[in-house]
């Protein structure tokens, strides 16, 4: 459990640098790969035990990402990951917000 959170935490705090850089480094080696299909994989199976606290922390990386206006990786992230994303905007808030947020950066 430990092991699967600690790259999201690692990835907020490259995020709360707010350096292009980094940014963009983010966004081109696709880091959120990863955390997206195992995200979407967590969801998918409900089983007892799995990946609650992952698919929250990785809600709360996206509000986060969403209240910074992080605008590189809110583009990146609504454009990319938009099929596995669109499907669970229902079920959290913090999905639909990350789009509501791409629209009105456009």
Known sequence: ???????LRLLRVIIA??????LRWVTRAGLFGP????????????SIGGGGAFV?????????VRAENVR????YLCRR?????IPHT???KAIENLFLRQQQNL
């Open 56 to 64: 929250s922390a990785v809600l709360s990386l996206l509000e986060f």
């Open 90 to 92: 229902r079920s959290f």
């Open 72 to 75: 590189t990786v809110v583009d």
């Open 81 to 85: 990951y938009e099929a596995q994303l």
């Open 17 to 22: 640098t707010h350096d292009d850089v980094y």
């Open 35 to 46: 955390i997206v299909q195992t995200f979407h994989r967590c969801l998918a199976r409900s």
């Open 1 to 7: 459990s430990f092991v699967r959170l600690a790259p």
